[in-house]
């Protein structure tokens, strides 16, 4: 995938950075770069873009993003508003996938360790007890120093290789289709769909957002995203709808034209295919959690 080369700000003294934002709202742009990303979600929500994948995030979400696998955060509207209430907040770490040195990961100790920097190029959502477990070490690992980050380094990471309730995040690994040129196409594309999903978006009117017609746009996406704009524009409406059926108590019907659909056995078939489940099923399990 077409994406911005990120550069990760090395911390003086270390192999690894890692970083305690607050902030108005989380960097939106469509980038990648060389170092893994461990990010645990204190406060904020949104759309996330992984990969292939297209999903919301919440508060208290922790992924594991492989190296060179492009990526968005875009905080919900209220974020971009003059407004010192709402604020995003989360912890970061980025490491180099050859930090530890390939001779010492492929000792046989080390094997599941060098196993899920491999799984990490699809992305990885982390739950349960090993989230609350990882979370923990980030934040030791934000206060420790010298020798000890690296030895919770390799704790954090092996909690992480050892749960049985990791889930994959994206299909396919879109680190292998990274090119350097056409930067912005991508990031023009998403950010101008995250805006305007809930109304009808022609493939006219996507496509002169990049100067393109509409057959070459089709094909351009097709080519970078593994997906046409049509599937994508749906997982985005689905993420949406999946959003305010956990988040708020509005009526299906509402959801459903809130998310940009414009037909209700339309949307219960969409949501069904890509949720795995109906509205009301997504609904009643989310409330159960």
């Known amino acids: 995938m077409i994406a911005q080369l990120f550069k990760v700000h090395e911390t003086p003294g270390y192999s ?5 934002d607050i902030v108005a709202y989380f960097y939106n742009q469509w980038h990648y770069h060389p170092e893994l990303e461990l990010v645990h979600i204190v406060r904020g929500t949104g759309s996330r873009f992984i990969g292939d994948n297209v999903d919301s995030f919440k508060e208290d979400d922790l992924i594991l993003i492989g190296a060179n696998l492009p990526h968005l955060f875009r905080n919900d509207e209220s974020y971009y508003a003059a407004n010192e209430d709402i604020q995003a ?3 970061t770490i980025h490491f180099l996938p050859e930090i530890f040195g390939q001779s010492f990961l492929n000792i046989p100790e080390n094997k599941a360790i060098q196993a899920l920097l491999q799984k990490a190029a699809y992305g990885i959502s982390i739950h349960g007890d090993t989230k609350t477990r990882v979370k923990k070490l ?3 690992i934000n206060f420790a120093a010298k ?28 680190s292998h289709t990274i090119h350097k040129t056409d930067e912005s196409r991508l990031n023009k594309i998403y950010q101008y769909t995250l805006n305007n999903f809930a109304r009808e978006i ?11 017609v509409p057959h070459s ?7 970078r995203t593994n997906k046409r704009y049509s599937q994508f524009i749906l997982e985005v409406r689905v993420s949406m709808a999946c959003k305010l059926l956990a988040e708020t108590e509005h009526s299906i019907a509402r959801v459903c034209y809130d998310s940009g659909f414009k037909n209700f056995s339309n949307f219960n078939r969409h949501f069904k295919a890509i949720a795995g ?10 409330k159960t959690i």
Do not use: G, W
């Not at 690894?16 to 305690?20: I, K, P, T």
């Not at 746009?217 to 080519?223: I, L, N, P, S, V």
């Open 16 to 20: 690894f950075n890692v970083r305690h």
């Open 89 to 91: 907040e989360s912890y």
């Open 138 to 140: 980030m934040e030791d």
């Open 147 to 174: 020798n000890e980050r690296i030895i919770l380094l390799m704790q954090l990471l092996n909690v992480i290789a050892y749960a049985d309730d990791n889930l994959p995040i994206a299909h396919f690994n879109a």
């Open 202 to 212: 022609t493939l006219a009117e996507i496509a002169a957002i990049v100067y393109m």
């Open 217 to 223: 746009f089709c094909r351009y996406f097709k080519q």
């Open 277 to 286: 489940k109906s509205p009301l099923e997504y609904r009643k399990s989310y």
